[in-house]
């Protein structure tokens, strides 16, 4: 039987390309995006055009493995409901996961309105752990995690504070010319982040109970 994976926030589904490589899966989610939710269709993926909140979710409830939402969480404006919805779509025992920024973070504390994780107005929500696993908890998931994820996120921080206090850089695709260099700077920082816990993203994992 295929492994089943319903995917929040799909892209262009190259993802579903490459976890092809290393299983046999059933692939389907939902992409709010009209272009790239044409590129995801024409590659054959069944994907849905809207929002989780939206859609209808008919014939899709009961039927997943997964439901994974990497970096959506924070971008909704009823987290709850979105999932909710995730819950209804799981089979019995299967998991919801992703990652997002949180806000109970070295980081956060560290560069303050300039912590990347706010990216105002695209962020609309912003979490700490303990408030993440509360809310999975009232939603009806069991087994709740939230775990530090290691990331390099501070580099970006940096520049935000430097480009807050006056400096001008050229920039392309939101990145300066030294970014590369502002990477390598925040390494340590963000391993020792890790190793305490601290991280200013976390991933999650929670379930649906079998009863």
């Not at 492994?3 to 190259?14: E, H, K, L, N």
């Not at 046999?24 to 024409?42: C, L, P, S």
Request: proline share 5%.
């Amino acid at each position: 039987m295929k492994s089943s994976i319903f995917d929040v926030g799909t892209g262009d589904c190259r993802h579903f390309k490459a976890l092809e490589e290393f299983g046999d899966f059933k692939f389907a989610g939902v992409e709010i995006n009209k272009d790239i939710f044409a590129k995801a269709r024409a590659l054959g993926y069944d994907v849905t055009l809207g929002t989780l909140e939206s859609m209808d979710i008919s014939d899709h409830r009961g039927r997943y493995d997964v439901v994974s939402m990497n970096h959506v969480l924070e971008h909704v404006v009823e987290p709850r409901l979105m999932l909710s919805r995730a819950l209804e779509l799981l089979r019995p025992g299967g998991y919801a996961i992703g990652q997002l920024p949180c806000n109970t973070s070295w980081e956060a504390r560290i560069f303050g309105r300039y912590w990347a994780g706010y990216h105002y107005p695209r962020h609309l929500q912003m979490f700490s752990r303990t408030g993440l696993k509360r809310l999975l908890d009232e939603t009806g998931f069991v087994d709740v995690k939230v775990i530090p994820a290691p990331h390099l996120q501070s580099a970006l921080s940096l520049q935000n504070t430097l480009i807050g206090q006056g400096w001008n850089p050229p920039m392309k695709f939101g990145k300066c010319p030294a970014y590369s260099l502002m990477l390598l700077a925040v390494a340590p920082f963000e391993l020792l982040a890790w190793c305490f816990g601290a991280t200013g993203i976390v991933n999650f994992e929670a379930r649906r109970a079998t009863a």
